[in-house]
């Protein structure tokens, strides 16, 4: 079965760090972009960043930008997620999510069809 | 950033009902949206991409359609497990950016 697991969240203190972790089951992540995206309780969903093959191409959502830095595997199974310098507003559900993306003609086209279970992520006191 | 806003937040419909979200882009992403839906403790599902290709497997109730800075998805004939939370995310240009989502539930 294809599948993306999440892991590494849990309950973490203001100014503290996490790892998250995302691990690809029944294919590898050597062709997708990835992608982290996450959802505070009851609020809608946040792009937070993407990593490309290569892992040479990267990009952070201002939010996050500084603190949090995306990186994967050579064995190319798995990407992560270190997140510093946490607030309570990262408080959140963290998803990884495959992007699928193609071109037609000139144009390039996004497909997140891949995504984790989510891991949720609590920063508090 | 781009910014993505959606219409309505939210709408009460019946099984039946053909339901239409709007979604609009602060510039212009040329076709570079797509639409997701997400249920509750869940995470969410990829409907279209490209603004209008439905993504393998999901019904054909399902369509969309827009380029430039505004879209829409349309279901026709809501069914039961419609009844679910819906995002756009423009793919134009990093930032990507989700918008606010609109929640249909039943009337």
């Known amino acids: 079965e294809v599948q993306l697991v999440d892991s590494g969240g849990g309950w973490v203190q203001p100014g503290g760090s996490l790892r998250l972790s995302c691990v690809a089951s029944?294919?590898?992540?050597?062709?997708?972009?990835m992608n982290w995206v996450r959802q505070a309780p009851g609020k809608g969903l946040e792009w937070l960043s993407y990593?490309?093959?290569?892992?040479?191409?990267?990009d952070y959502a201002d939010s996050v930008k500084g603190r949090f830095t995306i990186s994967r595997d050579s064995a190319k199974t798995s990407l992560f997620l270190q997140m510093n310098s946490l607030r309570a507003e990262d408080t959140a559900v963290y998803y990884c999510?495959?992007?699928?993306?193609?071109?037609?003609?000139?144009?390039?086209?996004?497909?997140?069809?891949?995504w984790g279970q989510g891991s949720l992520v609590t920063v508090s006191s | 950033a781009i910014q993505m806003t959606q219409s309505p937040s939210s709408l009460s419909a019946s099984v039946g009902d053909r339901v239409t979200i709007t979604c609009r882009a602060s510039?212009?992403?040329?076709?570079?949206l797509g639409w997701y839906q997400q249920k509750p403790g869940k995470a969410p599902k990829l409907l279209i991409h490209?603004?209008?290709t439905l993504h393998s497997g999901v019904p054909s109730r399902f369509s969309g359609s827009g380029s430039g800075t505004a879209f829409t998805l349309t279901i026709v004939s809501l069914q039961p497990e419609d009844f679910a939370t819906y995002y756009c995310?423009?793919?134009?240009?990093?930032?990507?950016?989700f918008g606010p989502g609109t929640k249909v539930d039943i009337k």
């Open positions: 490209a603004a209008s």
């Open positions: 510039q212009a992403i040329r076709s570079d």
């Open positions: 990593i490309d093959p290569s892992g040479n191409n990267i």
């Open positions: 029944g294919f590898t992540l050597d062709s997708y972009d």
């Open positions: 999510a495959t992007n699928a993306a193609y071109c037609r003609g000139d144009n390039c086209y996004s497909r997140f069809d891949y």
């Open positions: 995310l423009q793919d134009y240009a990093y930032p990507f950016t």
